[in-house]
């Protein structure tokens, strides 16, 4: 496929996005888990490029392979703790926003695990990644050529 329009025609929307990313990397919501939930909302929205992205972005911080295999079958696969399944089940909620809103059941589901500043920052997670996604598969942005400066990253704060 090749590209249609370039994100960068709108700079102003463009920073405003990367800043939203800039707010979560700062966020109360562990790296790992956002890149996790990054990385199941783009699967359900058929985002090709952002699940490239996170998916070597969570490698790069060291995340397993079978977790990230296993990511479409969460709740049949052990490999998640409890807190990572309550995220889970929201970003899902969340992102199949039209199939019953948010249900309450999720919300009792979710709350045990999340304070309520991590609730608000895992909220802003999966509102932003579905944003990406939907601008990614509308300007179709290239697909593969994604590398991770993620180990680099983490290096230099060790």
């Given at each position: 496929?090749?590209?249609?329009?370039?994100?960068?025609?709108?700079?102003?929307?463009?920073?405003?996005?990367?800043?939203?990313?800039?707010?979560?990397?700062?966020?109360?919501?562990?790296?790992?888990?956002?890149?996790?939930?990054?990385?199941?909302?783009?699967?359900?929205?058929?985002?090709?490029?952002?699940?490239?992205?996170?998916?070597?972005?969570?490698?790069?911080?060291?995340?397993?392979?079978?977790?990230?295999?296993?990511?479409?079958?969460?709740?049949?696969?052990?490999?998640?703790?409890?807190?990572?399944?309550?995220?889970?089940?929201?970003?899902?909620?969340?992102?199949?926003?039209?199939?019953?809103?948010?249900?309450?059941?999720?919300?009792?589901?979710?709350?045990?695990?999340?304070?309520?500043?991590?609730?608000?920052?895992?909220?802003?997670?999966?509102?932003?990644?579905?944003?990406?996604?939907?601008?990614a598969i509308a300007s179709r942005t290239e697909v593969g050529k994604?590398?991770?400066?993620?180990?680099?990253?983490?290096?230099?704060?060790?």
């Amino acid at each position: 496929m090749q590209p249609r329009i370039s994100l960068q025609a709108a700079p102003g929307g463009y920073h405003a996005m990367l800043g939203l990313e800039k707010y979560l990397h700062e966020s109360s919501v562990e790296e790992s888990l956002l890149l996790l939930l990054k990385v199941r909302a783009s699967q359900i929205n058929g985002c090709a490029y952002c699940i490239d992205m996170h998916w070597k972005d969570s490698r790069a911080l060291g995340e397993t392979e079978q977790r990230l295999y296993g990511l479409d079958a969460w709740r049949e696969s052990p490999y998640y703790s409890e807190r990572e399944r309550a995220a889970l089940a929201w970003t899902e909620a969340l992102t199949l926003i039209n199939e019953g809103h948010v249900p309450d059941s999720v919300y009792e589901e979710v709350k045990p695990y999340f304070s309520e500043k991590e609730l608000a920052d895992l909220t802003l997670a999966v509102a932003t990644i579905n944003a990406w996604n939907r601008l990614a598969i509308a300007s179709r942005t290239e697909v593969g050529k994604y590398q991770s400066t993620k180990r680099e990253q983490a290096q230099k704060v060790a």
